[in-house]
């Protein structure tokens, strides 16, 4: 089987045949569990609603949306992710509900305060930092520079929400902590991990890097960046920068992405405009309640202990809900004249008067 090489540009990843697999993966055999209670309810009951899921990858959470019935437009830069979207929205029979389009989530095609809702869903790992590029348009014949990357992803996601509207931002975290099936000790799965890492050797080849990290079955996160010409495992997060080209192993499948931390993500919504109104990081309290979880899933699926705080385990993921503030009526009214008696009301109402003729040119 050829493998078709992973590439990054200016704009993001392309996952190459990883699309796939990306595809049913979902998030991964973690990932459901760990987002769904705090991401679900923020999708329920959307009838009427006008959805932009950026990043849309395979479709699944377009899908969901429109079952939950909004009318949704799913953008993503990767072909070989629109085309497992549109299967999965004609197997969902939502065809008629759902609009795919091939865009920058730096670019959207679509108008200032168009949407309700934004969806950006494990997107922003696949940003670099912002960037400027020579774009040519041989149609218009022209040229031009436009602004690429992880800022310009939240300027416009602001731009076309409506006022009030929000924005449903999820992203992974912990990338110091190494997050098991648990049906290992740690210190063996690091041994592997470090042995495969000595196979990878130099090697900068994606094809040879996903080949040996996809072996390390047991394994469902960990961070390697390179650091004095090798792959090394990230134990401490501090270790990375912004904007780094990190590889990560999850459950299933080995991605490329780019470092972000949480500040980041927070202050790149701020900059753009929108106010954070929740962050949410979710893991068992409990040992217990992570046993009691395992039970209840297949063997395949189990968490190991890093996913329990009891024993100073990490979030795999952060959920940002963002809102596009309402204008505040304070910045709407300008003040004419201060009101100190009732004659002066009357003097005041007339100077608004005259104001606002003015304003429009004496109409
Ligand atoms: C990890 S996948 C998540 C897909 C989907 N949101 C989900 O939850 O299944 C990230 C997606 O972001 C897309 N992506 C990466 N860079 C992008 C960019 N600059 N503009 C739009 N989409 C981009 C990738 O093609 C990929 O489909």
Not at 107 to 115: G, Q, S, T
Not at 137 to 145: A, C, M, N, R, T
Not at 158 to 180: D, H, N, Q
Not at 205 to 218: F, G, Q, T
């Amino acid at each position: 089987m050829s493998v078709v090489p992973v590439a990054h540009s200016q704009s993001g990843t392309e996952y190459g045949t990883n699309v796939a697999k990306y595809a049913t993966a979902r998030h991964g055999p973690d990932g459901a569990m760990f987002l769904d209670p705090v991401f679900l309810p923020n999708l329920d009951n959307l009838i009427g609603q006008h959805v932009i899921d950026i990043g849309c990858g395979a479709g699944p959470w377009s899908v969901y949306a429109a079952n939950q019935g909004a009318k949704v437009f799913g953008i993503d830069y990767q072909m070989g992710m629109l085309k497992n979207a549109k299967k999965a929205v004609v197997d969902a029979d939502t065809d008629s509900k759902i609009t795919l389009a091939n865009a920058d989530g730096a670019a959207l095609p679509a108008a200032d305060n168009e949407f309700s809702l934004a969806l950006s869903i494990n997107v922003g790992c696949n940003l670099p930092n912002t960037s400027t590029v020579k774009v040519s348009d041989p149609e218009k014949s022209l040229d031009y520079s436009k602004e690429v990357g992880f800022e310009p992803h939240f300027k416009e996601m602001a731009r076309v929400l409506k006022e009030g509207g929000r924005a449903i931002v999820t992203a992974p975290t912990s990338f110091g902590e190494v997050f098991t099936r648990g049906d290992k000790l740690k210190t063996e799965v690091v041994v592997a991990i470090q042995n495969e890492l000595d196979e990878i050797g130099n090697s900068q080849d994606s094809s040879v890097i996903k080949m040996h990290l996809d072996k390390l079955e047991n394994v469902y996160r960990a961070t390697f960046a390179w650091r004095d010409d090798k792959w090394v495992l990230i134990t401490d997060e501090s270790q990375l920068k912004s904007g780094e080209m990190i590889w990560r192993k999850l459950p299933g499948l080995t991605v490329p992405n780019f470092y972000h931390n949480e500040s980041e993500y927070v202050q790149a919504a701020e900059k753009a405009g929108l106010k954070v109104t929740e962050v949410h990081h979710k893991l068992f309290k409990t040992e217990n309640e992570r046993e009691h979880y395992n039970v209840s899933a297949s063997p395949e699926k189990n968490l190991g202990p890093e996913y329990s705080q009891e024993v100073g385990g990490k979030p795999p993921f952060v959920v940002y809900i963002f809102e596009k503030p309402l204008p505040s009526l304070d910045s709407e009214i300008r003040i004419i004249g201060r009101v100190t008696d009732a004659n002066s009301a009357a003097n005041v109402a007339v100077d608004a008067v005259k104001a606002l003729r003015e304003q429009s040119g004496g109409q």
